[in-house]
């Protein structure tokens, strides 16, 4: 059985969430999705909109996710590797250096994958789509 691990804020759970937890598990048999907690994401962007509670129960409900690691860690190291029996680390393609850094450990095993990101769609899109819509008139 190929075990794969996928990370993620999985704010605004939207479309693009679900295009790469669905590439993600074409990678293996068994997918194990990582979702950050509140604080560990504020240490690099922006505090998500919704809760890490939420956030983790939105992915369980995923019928593509066997297994949610609630506040996962950001680095993904080998003793984490090893516990989780991981044999392929996937994330999207969309990376900044800090996110390329956490996954230094996989790069070195040469497990890492990355998955191309659903072009035109990102929680960051839909907070720009939310700022410009006009009130409406009551």
Avoid: W
């Avoid at 075990?3 to 590439?23: P, S």
């Avoid at 560990?40 to 949610?68: A, F, H, L, M």
């Avoid at 999207?92 to 035109?120: E, R």
């Amino acid at each position: 059985m190929i075990r794969v691990y996928i990370d993620m804020a999985a704010d605004l759970f939207h479309v693009g969430h679900l295009n790469l937890i669905c590439r993600a598990k074409r990678l293996g048999d068994y997918l194990i999705v990582g979702v950050h907690s509140d604080k560990d994401i504020g240490s690099y962007k922006r505090t998500p909109i919704i809760n890490e509670k939420d956030r983790y129960e939105i992915i369980k409900s995923c019928k593509y996710v066997d297994e949610v690691i609630e506040n996962a860690p950001l680095n993904i190291s080998m003793e984490f590797i090893e516990k989780n029996k991981i044999d392929i680390v996937a994330h999207g393609d969309n990376l900044s250096p800090a996110v390329k850094q956490q996954h230094a450990i996989p790069m070195k095993l040469n497990i890492m994958k990355y998955l191309p990101s659903t072009k035109g769609i990102s929680t960051t899109e839909i907070i720009s789509r939310i700022k410009n819509v006009e009130p409406e008139n009551e």
